[in-house]
């Protein structure tokens, strides 16, 4: 079969063709020898960002500044190249890219403004933060002269530290900018690699890692806005500081065991008295009834102030013990409650080294060999809790003493470890060795947007949250390693039935808790309430290894799987809970694991249908599972 074609007709078709081609060719050409002119400003970008993260990586905060300005001038200049390009926007398909170019351009000038007010703002206090600047720098206009220690540099900042609120007002600003311009960036529209690089992959980090400097900020704002008040500035602010000790674990991170005061006036930090939390409990004129778990297992039927922490959550038990001190007539009134562990010290003494304090003895973060424990832990289980044969009053003031000196010596340390010791409070905020609890509301729900005041979490996908109680087990858990293992099974209808298998171990020999031998009873039965907060709705299909009947129940918000077990030295033991969770949308398998105050790092090992992640749990973790 012949087929014809009318001369006219291919004209009319080839004609216009060719027009659009020779346009697209054009542009092509246009486009590309336009790009090139952009490679030498976008190679010096390259340059000063590469120089950027290599001095905030040297901590040389002038040179950051520097590069930061540096930074900025040059992607004023890219935008006024890009705009040569910029009515390609009208074309189709190609349009969309070059809009993709502008708003990251837009965004990227943003961050860098953002960046150089932080820089500017952080400068007065870079040698708490550990950047390399000079003491002049690091000194506003008209303000006194920088000082030299530590104490004196914590009372400048309580009486300079509102002045950056209003700086960060404008990073806040700038920062929601970038994130309002990247959000039009749409990552699907990139392939995940080009020329074996990743391309897609890198616009999502970016684009999360910006969320999440917002989210930051939004946080940090109201507790800088609040630190000078929180340092007794203009208002001096009493605190009440309870020691729980971990090596006796307790829902909210051990025993409350003694308590001490501390007066904060305008930076300065002056130790009052500390006291044996016994004293408390006999001048108690109050008498509730203790919750069913102490009375079961430590055969207790009043609630004693040391052992109000049955809740997990902080603020809660907090609530308790408020209720109970105020009961209490001639008791000071603190501003708030702060909690640490034996941790907080081990980890000062790390950096400031083994200190003395006088008629108590020598303190320091050696391992003895007697526990296999740092020294100061040992020393201070000692002093608290080996028989002897005469009456000593308040052997556990020593926490008192202890404590002033550590502060004495933290305060007057070289310039060069200020960094270590606020890395320290920060890092025990996170790791939940350090907890807040404030009577002033605004400041309490500051703390809490800081994570820094031990609260149960709402979530609205899995959760876990793992509590163990030592009622009665001597100081076991200095001796006892843990590791979780969860497995899920997750079918194609979305059921989710989980199995989590909670290992113990206790290596170690056990102690003589005989009394008439007058020693040291630290590794004894270990004697363990554990409870599985997980989500509310979950349905418990079975429980081994408790030695009692299982219990459910509602707390919260959650659901709570309970039971008990002992466990003798240079032994093992597990306990394996198997439940199903309700109905959630687990289409993307995210869940929140909350650490228990006061515990090491536990090592969970998660498998979601085969496919395993590690997650060397910290502090508080949301994990997002591969399926």
Not at 469 to 474: T, V, Y
Request: hydrophobic share 40%; aromatic share 8%; with cysteine.
């Amino acid at each position: 079969m012949k087929i014809s074609v009318n001369k006219r007709t291919l004209k009319r078709v080839l004609i216009p063709l060719g027009i659009i081609l020779v346009l697209f060719l054009v542009v092509g050409a246009y486009g590309y020898f336009t790009a090139r002119s952009f490679m030498p400003t976008i190679n010096a970008l390259q340059v000063t960002g590469s120089g950027l993260a290599a001095d905030f990586q040297n901590q040389d905060l002038a040179g950051a500044k520097e590069k930061s300005r540096t930074l900025g001038s040059q992607l004023e200049t890219l935008d006024g190249e890009y705009g040569k390009v910029m009515w390609t926007g009208a074309i189709p398909f190609l349009g969309a890219y070059t809009k993709d170019g502008k708003a990251a351009i837009t965004a990227s000038k943003s961050l860098a403004k953002s960046l150089d007010t932080l820089i500017t703002s952080v400068e007065p206090y870079a040698d708490l933060l550990g950047f390399k600047t000079s003491v002049e720098e690091a000194t506003p206009e008209g303000a006194p002269k920088a000082p030299q220690s530590i104490e004196d540099r914590i009372v400048f900042m309580a009486a300079t530290l509102d002045k950056i609120s209003p700086d960060l007002d404008k990073v806040a600003v700038d920062v929601e900018n970038a994130q309002k311009e990247l959000d039009k960036i749409d990552a699907s529209r990139y392939p995940e690699t080009f020329m074996g690089k990743q391309v897609r992959g890198r616009i999502i980090s970016l684009k999360t890692t910006v969320t999440e400097s917002a989210q930051l900020l939004t946080q940090a704002k109201p507790l800088i806005k609040l630190l000078p008040d929180l340092l007794g500035n203009p208002t001096p602010k009493l605190y009440m500081v309870l020691f729980q000790n971990d090596a006796e674990l307790r829902p909210t991170g051990g025993f409350i065991t003694a308590y001490a005061f501390l007066k904060v006036t305008k930076g300065k930090i002056e130790p009052l008295g500390s006291y044996d939390i016994y004293d408390l409990d006999a001048r108690l004129n109050k008498r509730l009834p203790a919750p069913p778990a102490i009375q079961r297992y430590l055969n207790e039927k009043n609630l004693n102030i040391r052992n109000v922490n049955v809740s997990p959550d902080f603020k809660v038990s907090m609530d308790e013990f408020v209720k109970l001190y105020q009961s209490i007539p001639n008791v000071p009134k603190p501003d708030a409650i702060v909690a640490i562990d034996t941790n907080f010290p081990v980890e000062i003494l790390k950096i400031i080294g083994p200190i003395g304090v006088g008629g108590w003895g020598n303190f320091g973060p050696q391992i003895d060999p007697r526990c296999d424990c740092p020294q100061v832990v040992y020393a201070l289980e000692e002093i608290a809790d080996r028989p002897t044969n005469t009456v000593r009053v308040g052997r556990k003031a020593v926490l008192g003493p202890l404590m002033h000196s550590m502060m004495a010596n933290a305060m007057g340390s070289p310039k060069h470890t200020w960094p270590s010791l606020v890395n320290v409070v920060l890092n025990s905020i996170k790791e939940k060795h350090l907890l807040f609890y404030f009577y002033d509301e605004v400041t309490q729900k500051t703390a809490e947007d800081f994570n820094a005041a031990g609260r149960i979490q709402g979530y609205a996908y899995d959760y876990l949250h793992i509590n163990d109680s030592n009622f009665g087990g001597a100081k076991t858990d200095m001796f006892i390693t843990r590791d979780v293992e969860q497995e899920i099974e997750m079918t194609s209808e979305g059921k989710v039935t989980k199995t989590v298998t909670l290992n113990y171990n206790n290596p170690h020999k056990g102690s003589n808790c005989n009394l008439e031998a007058g020693q040291l009873c630290l590794n004894g039965v270990y004697r363990d309430w554990v409870r599985l907060f997980v989500p509310k709705g979950s349905t418990l299909i079975s429980v081994v290894g408790s030695e009692v009947k299982e219990q459910v129940s509602e707390e919260l918000d959650k659901t709570v799987f309970e039971g008990f077990f002992t466990m003798r030295p240079e032994s093992t033991s597990k306990i394996v809970f198997k439940y199903e969770l309700p109905q959630l949308d687990l289409s993307t398998y995210r869940m929140l694991i909350q650490k228990q105050p006061g515990l090491p790092t536990i090592k969970h090992t998660i498998l979601l249908n085969g496919v395993q992640t590690l997650v060397d749990l910290n502090s508080d973790k949301e994990v997002t599972l591969n399926q």
